[in-house]
């Protein structure tokens, strides 16, 4: 489990609460209840660009789509850095979504910290290391 202080997980869910912007899929609450965390986000009914660009082989994006994809994460990635989250972790296709107007938003579960210490080594529990899972230490 990558969150076993729910103190921590809490702060830290209500820090990104806090953020609001039309490039994020915005969080709306959380849940720490025992072993469960869990972050509920704005949602998010136009699937995400990894399915976008892998999954619809007959269907390929037009490149003014993409453009319009990647300024509108540029701009996402900028008022984070602005309001103090400067670090983006684990930002890939999967963390870009679209909401019900086709615009790309970038989710803001890539937000959240994840260590004891305030660092995060990875948001994406694939690529935690085994021994931070067992005893929080790498």
Request: overall charge negative; some cysteine; proline content about 5%.
């Amino acid at each position: 489990m990558a969150w076993p202080d729910p103190k921590q997980f809490a702060e830290e869910a209500k820090g990104v609460g806090k953020l609001r912007h039309c490039r994020l899929a915005n969080l709306i609450g959380y849940c720490c209840d025992g072993d469960e965390r869990l972050l509920v986000a704005e949602f998010m009914p136009n699937d995400t660009l990894a399915k976008h660009l892998f999954h619809w082989e007959n269907q390929t994006i037009e490149w003014a789509m993409r453009l319009r994809v990647a300024y509108y994460i540029a701009e996402a990635l900028e008022y984070c850095s602005t309001e103090g989250r400067p670090l983006y972790h684990d930002l890939n296709a999967y963390r870009v979504l679209f909401d019900e107007n086709g615009d790309p938003r970038l989710s803001c579960f890539g937000l959240m910290k994840n260590s004891r210490d305030g660092k995060s080594y990875s948001t994406n529990l694939a690529y935690t290391p085994p021994e931070y899972l067992r005893n929080g230490n790498i």
